[in-house]
């Protein structure tokens, strides 16, 4: 009886720790959220507003500095409840000026340990037309800043992991922080105190234009200031860029030589891209020496902007190339063995304008993790042509001595 007993009791301990009851580890959750917060001061109902957004987290961070992200929701006081009303109208800052999908252009910037963005903005800048009629006193305001998360259903065990863009994302190797897709703030209620102004924390900004004096000096042209050229920011998960090739290509004459370079994001953020075979330029080395150059074959071109497309993180691009236009007859002339090696000239003008683009040059020597099949060491490709218009052999055959002849080693039994 003893030994028809012990099995049982064994089975339901083992369904006990086998169940998390007893003895089993809980799953490791999700790293806690980059400590990025965001401040809405609104020192009355009329005046300029400010947005400050702080790093406290122990290293640096990348957000999207641009009021234009900001959402606010304008609840009024319900005489009859006593209390505000549990919603209201919403003024919305990235349906209004279309950035509800991406990161406005050019307005990422990382923050140091201890450094904060500060932006003095007036809120009938996103609270436009009719909507000015909500800056009142006594109202309570809810201020949201950044991409909308994607819902979440109470019955699903997991929450779905949020997608690309962020609003706040760590700047440092490996993410020891979850990236944000929205910053909260502490509610407000808006008094009638004289409105304030603030003091301009961008240093950049331009100054005051001056009224023109006369009718003739407001007659003159004012020459239009350019924008400054969009810098993708340096840190350690920015998106970045290598470029690899196919490690051979068999060619039966110089105007079958053909292969294809791939352009890998290596970084950990992604980019926009517009990638076209004119935009390579070549170093070609010949078996006897020789080094001969093809440059990209138009440097005059702009690509529209439809045709850029995001470059995801750990992803990368194919770019099939052939070399008769940018290298000529001469270049391949010989029959026999090629080394090439491709870069990328992504400076393309204009049709980029908008979007974080791919800008700059990028080499099969720039390092990092490639994906797929391919490998950093693929930086060039073994050319072989078959046949050309000159000998295979730079001189005809000739006898040496046999004594200066070199050893051959034995075969390895």
């Known amino acids: ?4 007993l012990a099995l049982p009791t064994a089975i339901v301990l083992f369904a006990r720790v086998a ?29 300029q507003w400010l947005l400050r957004l702080d790093n406290g987290a122990d290293g640096a961070v990348l957000v999207s500095a641009d009021v234009r992200l900001l959402r606010l929701e304008f609840r009024k006081w319900d005489v009859k409840k006593g209390a505000y009303a549990k919603t209201g109208e919403v003024c919305d800052g990235p349906a209004a000026f279309g950035v509800e999908q991406r990161t406005p252009f050019g307005r990422e910037l990382v923050l140091e340990r201890g450094q904060s963005y500060v932006e003095a903005f007036d809120p009938r800048l996103l609270c436009f037309g009719k909507q000015a009629a909500l800056l009142e006193p006594g109202v309570m305001v ?9 819902p979440q259903f109470a019955w699903k065990k997991t929450r779905d992991p949020e997608v690309a863009p962020f609003v706040a ?3 440092v190797a490996p993410r020891a922080a979850s990236p944000q897709k929205q910053l909260l703030a502490e509610s407000f ?4 105190a004289k409105g304030s102004v603030f003091p301009p924390y961008d240093q950049t900004a331009p100054s005051k234009r001056v009224s023109p004096k006369t009718a003739e000096a407001a007659s003159r042209a004012v020459p239009m200031v350019a924008s400054a050229p ?9 998106a970045a860029m290598s470029l690899t090739t196919d490690r051979f290509a068999d060619a039966a004459s110089w105007q079958d030589v053909s292969f294809e370079v791939e352009a890998h994001n290596v970084g950990q953020r992604p980019v926009w891209a517009a990638l076209r ?5 070549f170093m070609v080395y010949g078996s006897a020496g020789e080094a001969t150059y093809c440059p990209r074959v138009s440097q005059d071109h702009e690509i529209p902007r439809d045709m850029y497309e995001p470059l995801p993180a750990g992803r990368h691009r194919h770019i099939a190339v052939s070399l008769t236009e940018p290298c000529d007859g001469a270049t391949f002339r010989r029959p026999g063995i090629y080394a090439v090696v491709p870069t990328l000239h992504a400076d393309e003008p ?3 304008d908008g979007l974080p683009v791919l800008s700059g040059t990028v080499t099969t020597r720039d390092p990092g993790q490639v994906g797929g099949t391919h490998e950093v060491g693929d930086d060039a490709t073994l050319v072989r042509v078959r046949s050309g218009s000159m000998s295979f052999y730079l001189a005809p055959p000739h006898a040496i001595p046999t004594k200066d002849a070199a050893v051959v080693p034995p075969l390895p039994r």
Do not use: I, N, W
């Not at 075979?277 to 330029?281: I, K, T």
């Open 1 to 4: 009886m003893k030994c028809g």
């Open 19 to 47: 169940s998390g009851h007893e003895g089993a580890l809980p799953a490791p959750g999700p790293p806690p959220p980059v400590a990025v917060s965001l401040q809405v001061l609104a020192p009355s109902a009329k005046g």
């Open 142 to 150: 809810m201020a949201s800043y950044g991409f909308t998360p994607r």
């Open 169 to 171: 994302d760590t700047a």
């Open 189 to 192: 209620v808006l008094s009638d």
């Open 230 to 238: 969009y810098q993708t920011p340096k840190d350690a998960l920015s």
């Open 277 to 281: 075979a004119r935009q390579l330029s």
């Open 350 to 352: 204009g049709g980029g």
